[in-house]
């Protein structure tokens, strides 16, 4: 069942302080006398339904605010409340629920066109007409419109204005392809006229490839150049600790000689305790002497004296053999003497641990072994330095590989380019095909309109006749 209107209420709306009208299904007419307030109940519904007019000239003299409610068979019920600090849509739903609209300006919310489904027709570009309101003295729908905009509605109406809306983007379309292909023209051109510039791009590609090849070698030759000053440096290091060592080993040079005195020192300190022990021995034979002297020389005791006198015969040989030992033992002790005179010399030495001694000796013949190592690398540096003057243009080198750098920053540019070119080259496809199918599509409306005119022989706007002269204006036309 269609929806209608079932009642309006009107507060302070121009002549109306406080009117409520009920309405029926189908037909209902509103009577009263000259300045009643007929005409303002037809506008106070068009401006709840369409927010037509605007401001606030409609409120009551001397009111501060106005409100109409429309209620609708379907349950649903707008109001529309207007003062200088309020302007407010209140949409009731038939669930119960409601919905506060505001801050909508000049505008209908949709929201309201939603819940009533009355919104305005749009019959051209910026004109809109209402086919569910009529005010006073308003003609039928269009017979006092232009003619221009009858053409337009009725065209509308029948969806020729999807055909005009169609042609018009087509033009616009083929119009900016052809500018866009116009452009990429050019710009294809001026990209093909700076590639000349770069024509023999392939050749200096080659030269810096082999450039590349020769920076490797060069990089490497610089690698085994600092290598070779690193084992400059740590030979000059080796040298200089060889020196410090050779200069240490000067000052220890009679160590050999003095560990062969420290044993001659233990042999003789051992004959040394030898003869010792002899001359304690001979001591107590020259005090048996002695007493038997004493012996001697007292007579009454000559008889016993006799054994006494055959034991020291017996002793005789041990005393000649005592003898020459002491004698020995006498020089023994002249060259304990002259020992420990050397000793002394030599007293700065009794802080020399053997330990540390060893260690020196240890690091002597690594050195030994560095300086073997120290001619070798002395004949690796002779040779890395004769390696070394083959590059003596290294500031050419320089030079040649700063060359190659700037040479490779504009091979990069050049394929950035040649990419940009290429990219344009598709786009520049793509847009040629989408002009194609535009124009094939735009031949096809044209064939299509054309053999309408030419069929129908009437205008489907204004559906009046159209002659040959006619027809063949509008195919020029569009043409």
């Not at 221009?148 to 042609?167: C, P």
């Not at 020196?243 to 160590?255: D, H, N, Q």
């Not at 060259?335 to 002597?364: N, P, T, V, Y």
Request: aromatic share 6%; proline share 2%.
């Amino acid at each position: 069942m269609k929806n209608y209107i079932t009642q309006i209420e009107l507060k302070n709306f121009q002549s109306h302080e406080d009117t409520c009208l009920e309405f029926k299904a189908g037909m209902n007419g509103i009577l009263g006398r000259s300045d009643s307030g007929k005409t303002a109940i037809l506008r106070a519904i068009r401006w709840c339904l369409y927010n037509e007019p605007s401001g606030m000239d409609f409120i009551r003299e001397g009111q501060k605010k106005a409100e109409v409610a429309i209620s609708f068979q379907n349950k649903t019920k707008i109001v529309r409340t207007r003062s200088k600090t309020i302007n407010r849509y209140t949409i009731y739903y038939p669930d119960g629920t409601d919905l506060v609209l505001e801050s909508f300006g000049s505008q209908t919310p949709e929201e309201v066109y939603e819940a009533t489904g009355i919104r305005p027709i749009k019959l051209d570009e910026n004109f809109s007409s209402s086919l569910n309101y009529q005010a006073q003295l308003e003609g039928p729908f269009l017979l006092n419109e232009r003619d221009s905009l009858k053409a337009s509605a009725i065209g509308r109406l029948v969806g020729v204005h999807h055909i005009d809306n169609a042609m018009r983007n087509t033009l616009r379309d083929r119009k900016k392809e052809t500018q866009n292909k116009q452009v990429y023209l050019e710009r294809r051109d001026q990209l093909e006229e700076a590639l000349e510039a770069f024509s023999d791009l392939e050749e200096k590609e080659a030269r810096l490839l082999s450039l590349g090849s020769l920076i490797e070698k060069i990089e490497k030759q610089e690698k085994k150049r600092e290598t070779l000053k690193n084992l400059l440096a740590k030979s000059q290091a080796l040298e200089s600790e060889k020196r410090t060592l050779e200069e240490g080993l000067k000052k220890l040079a009679y160590t050999g000689r003095l560990e062969g005195y420290l044993q001659e020192i233990k042999i003789q300190a051992l004959e040394s305790q030898q003869l010792e022990s002899i001359q304690r021995k001979l001591l107590g034979l020259r005090q048996e002497r002695k007493r038997a002297e004493d012996l001697l020389g007292q007579t009454d005791f000559i008889k016993d004296l006799a054994p006494l006198s055959q034991a020291l015969s017996k002793k005789i040989p041990y005393i000649n053999q005592v003898l020459p030992l002491q004698k020995s033992l006498e020089e023994k002790r002249e060259e304990k003497a002259h020992l420990i005179a050397l000793s002394q010399d030599l007293e700065g030495l009794d802080h020399i641990d053997l330990a540390q001694l060893r260690e020196k000796i240890s690091r002597l013949r690594d050195l030994f072994f560095l300086k073997t190592q120290k001619e070798d690398v002395r004949q690796r540096l002779k040779r890395g330095q004769a390696f070394i003057k083959q590059f003596d243009r290294m500031e050419e080198g320089e030079k040649i590989r700063n060359q190659l750098a700037q040479k490779k920053g504009q091979l990069g540019l050049l394929l950035q380019v040649q990419e940009k070119k290429d990219r344009l080259a598709k786009a520049l496809a793509a847009s040629q095909r989408e002009l194609e199918e535009n124009q094939r599509q735009s031949q096809t409306y044209y064939d299509q309109l054309m053999e309408g005119l030419s069929e129908h022989k009437r205008c489907p706007l204004c559906l009046q006749e159209i002659d040959n002269e006619t027809l063949r204006h509008v195919k020029d036309h569009y043409k």
